[in-house]
Every structure is written in structure tokens, then in C-alpha cells.
């Protein structure tokens, strides 16, 4: 049986041993798991999985192992993928495949070749039916989708955020993958780190303890640390009330900062959440709460805290000539910002909007990571 490749052999190896070549069906398997862990709690997981598995389903074509060989170029390896989960009812699924590598398309602009028999404008000698045979005799399958389980089942606002959700599971577990596949020799400092969970119960322990000894040391008036004492307990008490917004007005100095985030952090002990984000307009402002956060946290280790604006690239990066220059942490906390996986996270106004609106990949990759949790 003839072997389809997905990707060429990891850095640092012989790119011609086809015994380090990643197979397409190894590709969309793991795609297929993370994307399924990503989206276990929704009722759009069979037609996510469904994208996974047809997201590269291109690269069964002759004309893409001809790349992988540098003897090709120009091939778009997506768009069948698109069309044969139309052919399933998936058209969410179809929308993230489309847009997996060039970005979520608008809808009066779909490609009309999805809806053609043959494939020869994507560059393929094959009829797409050829390929998903391919794909059959890999011992691949689609599960039959249900009404109830297709995103377009849901109303038009619904629709739209579960699609989005559903391109940036797709796009953040395809990166994954592939960067976990050319990455796999590197050192363990030059790879992605384990992203650290959040236990909620200890990091409140803490944050209420650091706050208790910054009350011991401050020198004040009486008044002024009973009302930081009130907005703390009225912050802790708020987060068990069955509501989604809430807000805080608190003047400066009353202590909001880390009174807020006991709040956030009791919600997500209680509510079983993933992540805290907090987002701030301003950068002197962000760096600020974050340093004060990391003074925390400091026994938590690094990357439990990541900052993500402009001005930490700048700040980390002004001196550095190349990549390999990078200091070990920096190069965690870049990585980590491409998909927003910590336990709380300090950002700007600019970065989550653009997460929520965007519609290219490297943007929205993070998105499905800003639900179940606190913002």
C-alpha cells in the first residue's frame, strides 16, 4: 500500500529518510484528538472532529508528495477538504478547513470549486473522490452528522461564535502538531513548555495570604483598610452568585487589583474554570499588574503568569540578533502567547478584540482558549 506524507522529516534530521516523514494519517489523527479534547464540552465536537480529519486531506494528492520532495510548488492542499465536508453537511467544518491556511472566508465569498466534481484548480491530477478513498483505505472514517450536531443547527449569532470557536480549535491543534513534529529533536528548552494548570484552590490560598501580609506592613488610616477589607469580602461573595457580568467601581489605592482577581480566582475554584484574563487598555498599566501579580505567584514558577502586548517583544527582543539568541524564558513566553496556555494571563484590549473578530489563523488560535474562563 503506498505511503502519503503529510510532513518531511524533523529539523536537525536526514530530510530524504522517509522513516522520519510524518504520514497524512498520523497528522489527521492527532489533529482529530487534540480538537476533540478542545471541544468535549460542546455540542459541536463530531462536526470539529469532522474538520480535523478532512483539514489536510489534500496532501493524499500525488502532486503534494511531489512538494514534499521539492519538485512541486502551489499547492492547496485545503480546499478539497472544504468540499467534501459540504458534501457532509459539515458547512462549519468546511468554513474552518477553507481557512485553516488563508483564513476564515465570508460567506458571499465562498470559492465556488467547492461545489465542482473535479479538482484540477487545486493543483491535483485526482477527483476528489479519489482522494477521500485514500483517506478510507488509510482506515479513516467521517461520523454521520446529526442535525442536532451541526453547527448550523444553532441561531445566526450562535452560529458564528461556534464557527470561530471551531477554526481556532482547528488551527491551534494543527500548529500544534506540526510544530511538535519538526520540534520533536530540539532540546527541551527550545520547545514548546507543558502548559501549567491552574488549581484555583491553592492560588487563592496564596493570593489571601499575600494580601494579609501587605495589610500587616502598611502603615495607614484605619478607615482606609477597612474599606479595602470590605471590597475584598464583597469581591469573594459576589463570585458565588449565579450571574455572568459583573462589575467593581473602586477608587485608587482601595486595593481593586488584587481583590478583583481573588474574585476571579474564586470563580473559577467554584465554577470549575480553566483560565483568568485580564485585559487592560493600557500598557504602563499591564506591566504593572503584571509584575505585582508575578510577586504573588512566585512560588507557582514561570509561565504561570503571561503577559502579551507589543511592548513585552519589544522589551525582550531589542537586543537580540536571532532567534537562537533568545533567553530560555522569552522563547516559553512567545510560544505560550501564540495560544494564550496559562493559568492567568495579563493582555491588552487590542489583543483579546482581535482574537474575538479576526479571522486569520495566527490570530485566532487563542480564541477557543478565552472560553470557560474568567475575563
Not at 536537525?12 to 498520523?26: A, I, M
Not at 467593581?248 to 483560565?275: E, I, M, N, Q, V
Not at 478584540?353 to 487563542?366: H, I
Request: charged share 25%.
Amino acid at each position: 500500500m503506498k505511503k502519503y506524507f503529510a510532513h518531511s522529516a524533523p529539523k536537525g534530521t536526514d530530510k530524504n529518510n522517509r522513516e522520519l516523514w510524518q504520514p497524512v494519517s498520523k497528522l489527521l489523527c492527532n489533529v482529530a484528538e487534540m480538537v476533540f479534547e478542545f471541544t468535549e464540552k460542546y455540542h459541536f465536537k463530531h462536526e470539529a472532529i469532522i474538520a480535523a480529519l478532512l483539514h489536510d486531506i489534500g496532501k493524499y494528492s500525488v502532486n503534494f508528495q511531489k512538494r514534499l520532495e521539492g519538485k512541486a510548488s502551489g499547492i492547496n492542499h485545503w480546499s478539497v477538504g472544504a468540499r467534501i465536508a459540504m458534501e457532509h453537511g459539515a458547512y462549519a467544518a468546511a468554513f474552518a478547513i477553507y481557512g485553516h491556511h488563508v483564513g476564515l472566508p465570508r460567506a458571499d465569498k465562498i470559492d465556488p470549486v467547492w461545489f465542482d466534481e473535479e479538482t484540477k484548480i487545486w493543483g491535483f491530477a485526482e477527483n476528489y473522490r479519489e482522494l477521500f478513498s485514500r483517506f478510507q483505505i488509510d482506515q479513516l472514517s467521517l461520523h454521520i452528522l446529526k442535525e442536532e450536531e451541526s453547527i448550523t443547527s444553532a441561531s445566526n449569532i450562535s452560529f458564528q461564535v461556534a464557527t470561530r470557536m471551531l477554526f481556532s480549535c482547528l488551527c491551534d491543534a494543527d500548529f500544534l502538531d506540526t510544530e511538535h513534529h519538526f520540534d520533536q529533536l530540539k532540546p527541551a528548552n527550545e520547545r514548546r513548555p507543558e502548559p501549567k494548570i491552574l488549581n484555583a484552590v491553592a492560588a487563592l490560598d496564596q493570593l489571601l495570604s499575600h494580601i494579609k501580609k501587605i495589610a500587616a506592613k502598611k502603615k495607614g488610616a484605619e478607615s482606609v483598610q477597612k474599606v479595602r477589607e470590605q471590597i475584598l469580602s464583597n469581591c469573594l461573595s459576589s463570585a458565588e452568585r449565579d450571574i455572568s457580568n459583573f462589575t467593581l467601581t473602586a477608587p485608587t489605592g482601595s486595593g481593586k487589583t488584587l481583590a478583583s482577581l481573588a474574585f476571579a480566582l474564586k470563580r473559577c475554584r467554584d465554577k470549575k474554570l480553566d483560565r483568568v484574563i485580564v485585559v487592560v487598555p493600557y500598557l504602563s498599566i499591564i506591566e504593572q499588574t503584571a509584575k505585582e501579580f508575578r510577586k504573588v505567584f512566585k512560588r507557582f514558577g514561570d509561565n504561570f503568569i503571561l503577559e502579551h502586548h507589543s511592548m513585552a517583544d519589544l522589551r525582550t527582543t531589542a537586543n537580540v540578533k536571532a532567534e537562537d539568541g533568545e533567553d530560555e524564558a522569552e522563547r516559553q513566553r512567545r510560544l505560550l502567547c501564540q495560544n494564550w496556555d496559562a493559568p492567568i494571563i495579563v493582555t491588552t484590549s487590542v489583543q483579546f478584540f482581535e482574537s474575538l473578530f479576526a479571522n486569520t489563523p495566527g490570530a485566532c488560535r487563542k480564541l477557543h482558549n478565552i472560553a470557560n474562563s474568567v475575563v
